[in-house]
């Protein structure tokens, strides 16, 4: 009769942190990651709105410079999708997509034909579809063949300045709330937030939830499938920006991994070889707008990045989630 094996020794994992350890987390992620960015979005996007009131034409320089400058701003935000971008929809004025049903372009186009008068105040454009706002709005009216020269050009250049406007006062407001008590509330216990272990849990969601939005929408929808590949899916693929988003996001995300990890060595190791070697994988992809995906070597190089990003969020969700103690909870991108 054989001797029964002694059981492997299992390593033990690491203590969760505590409430001081969390707050600690908080702070800086507040501090060093979520105001700095909202101010880089509020003071892109008010130059932006600056640069459209003399250079409105779609074809000049100046104010594509602008436009990409606040758009990449948002783009390294845009994961932040809680407190003050929830309120008043303002995320989705400032972001409308994916745009499943092409409402953006009809809805430019509408306002071009009618020559909609909205476009005169600052309240009533803040009041027209969702689809008309933001960045994506903006993107159309630019770089879309069609409606960069549609109707009449003094009312185009009339909708991108109250486009622009109306998102520099979105991000300002934002900003403006953050500052002025989100940030206070999420290190208070009270109402919103009764313990560092919520605030933790809310950072580490949106953490989560955006490597998810990156892997699934940014690269899955181009993607399709083998059959069916879809490449007009691609993210802001007319400013040929698609390739660019999931850059500044991972990269965004790892800056959020890195500072809930804190001073964990290990952790944070394991973390930064698994966001690096997204990013490297990125990096060697010339591919701006994803075309690539309907050709079977450019598609497999697509793969491979979305399935280096979803290897960066299984760390997050495998070990940096169990040190945090808390877990994904409810994903708003399930639609649930």
């Known amino acids: 009769m054989l001797a029964a094996r002694p059981a492997p020794a299992q390593e033990t994992p690491p203590p969760v942190l505590s409430e001081a350890e969390k707050a600690a987390r908080v702070a800086d992620v507040i501090d060093a990651h979520i105001l700095p960015r909202f101010a880089a979005l509020a003071e892109t996007t008010a130059h932006l709105a600056d640069v459209a009131r003399a250079h409105c034409t779609a074809q000049d320089t100046e104010l594509r410079a602008a436009y990409d400058a606040a758009f990449d701003a948002w783009i390294s935000a845009s994961h932040l999708r809680f407190g003050p971008t929830e309120t008043d929809t303002r995320a989705f004025a400032l972001a409308f997509w994916p745009d499943t049903r092409g409402a953006t372009p009809r809805s430019i186009a509408a306002m071009i034909a009618a020559e909609d008068p909205a476009v005169q105040s600052p309240a009533a454009y803040a009041e027209v579809s ?40 979105t991000s ?156 994904a909870g409810f994903n708003a991108l399930d639609g649930d």
Request: glycine share 8%.
């Open 172 to 327: 300002a407001a934002i900003l403006a709330e953050w500052q002025d008590s989100y940030a206070e509330e999420m290190m208070t216990d009270g109402p919103r937030y009764r313990s560092r272990t919520e605030a933790v849990q809310v950072l580490y969601k949106v953490l989560n939830e955006g490597l998810e939005f990156t892997a699934d929408t940014r690269l899955g929808r181009p993607l399709g499938s083998f059959e069916r590949p879809r490449p007009t899916r691609a993210e802001a693929r007319r400013s040929g920006r698609s390739w660019r988003h999931v850059m500044l996001s991972v990269a965004s995300l790892e800056d959020l991994a890195l500072r809930l990890a804190g001073d964990d060595a290990a952790l944070g190791d394991d973390l930064t070889g698994a966001f690096e070697h997204a990013l490297t994988v990125g990096g060697d992809l010339d591919d701006p707008v994803f075309a690539g995906v309907i050709d079977p070597t450019g598609r497999l190089k697509i793969e491979i990045l979305q399935q280096s990003v979803q290897a960066a969020r299984a760390v997050v969700r495998g070990s940096l989630g169990p040190r945090l103690g808390v877990a």
């Open 130 to 169: 969702i689809a008309a706002r933001g960045f994506y709005a903006m993107e159309a009216l630019l770089f879309d063949d069609t409606l960069s020269v549609a109707g009449n050009a003094d009312y185009r250049c009339a909708l991108l300045q109250a486009m622009s406007a109306d998102s520099a006062a």
